[in-house]
Nanobody, 127 residues
Framework: QVQLVESGGGSVQAGGSVRLSCAASGRAFSSYGMGWFRQAPRKEREFVAAIKWSGGSTYYANSVKGRFTISRDNAKNTVYLLMNSLKPEDTAVYYC????????????????????WGQGTQVTVSS
């Protein structure tokens, strides 16, 4: 089992920045690929960014590429999402998640690829 707790959400004006953190406890954090997803009201949960267990590979949704950066600190059991140049359409509840398997190499960009989820943190971007 992996337990995940997000923090760092809040309200920000368009063009601003926010850094989300996701602290993990339980089984070996460094063995899991991690992802960030978001869900806006009346919309499906969508992929935002992912990072492999080694930290060597990262993936981004086209809508956030060049603005968001995912990173991890395995010594601190934490994954981060730095969000720059925020837009009102980035408003959503943001969730971090850990992949189903350990040491995976395939790209994991769908919710079904992830077995462990945090409770989510709200990010609101005003224009």
């Amino acid at each position: 089992q992996v337990q995940l707790v997000e923090s760092g959400g809040g309200s920000v004006q368009a063009g601003g920045s926010v850094r989300l953190s996701c602290a993990a406890s339980g089984r070996a954090f460094s063995s899991y690929g991690m992802g960030w997803f978001r869900q806006a009201p009346r919309k499906e949960r969508e992929f935002v960014a992912a990072i492999k267990w080694s930290g060597g590979s990262t993936y981004y949704a086209n809508s956030v590429k060049g603005r968001f950066t995912i990173s991890r600190d395995n010594a601190k059991n934490t994954v981060y999402l730095l969000m720059n140049s925020l837009k009102p359409e980035d408003t959503a509840v943001y969730y971090c998640a850990a992949e189903r398997g350990m040491f995976t190499i395939v790209v994991a960009i769908t919710p079904a690829d992830y077995a462990y989820w945090g409770q989510g943190t709200q990010v609101t971007v005003s224009s």
